[in-house]
């Protein structure tokens, strides 16, 4: 068996908080609003990759992957996306009763950064 790609975990491991961000929004959030976040977790990352990708190839640029093993680092770094977003799902249970949609669309957009990154990384070999 291979290894695990640390960039295909990290996109795995921000999916779990998300799903728990639109749970905890949904149960304590403003009621009837669970289709449009399940909507905006899956419409906002299936944009932000190639939407994303279409902008840095016109800028010109070129982003490794969040991971990578040249530095040791960037993996502690790149554990903040899904810590975020666990904090983020704690919002809904302090403060009931709001629309959560924006605190979804960023954990969702953190959550297409790490899918780009995942992608990335199983391009570059």
Known sequence: MKRIEPNLLLAVTTA???ALLIATASL????????KYVIIAVLVPAAFVPLNALMAKRMGTRRPPMIHPEAASTAVWASLFP?????AAGVPVIFPGHD???LVIIAAVFFGG???SAIKA???G
């Open 114 to 116: 790490t899918v780009e």
């Open 83 to 87: 810590a975020l977003i666990i904090l």
């Open 16 to 18: 779990i908080p998300l």
């Open 100 to 102: 959560y949609g924006l």
């Open 122 to 124: 199983r391009q570059a």
């Open 28 to 35: 304590f959030g403003a009621p009837g609003q669970l289709l």
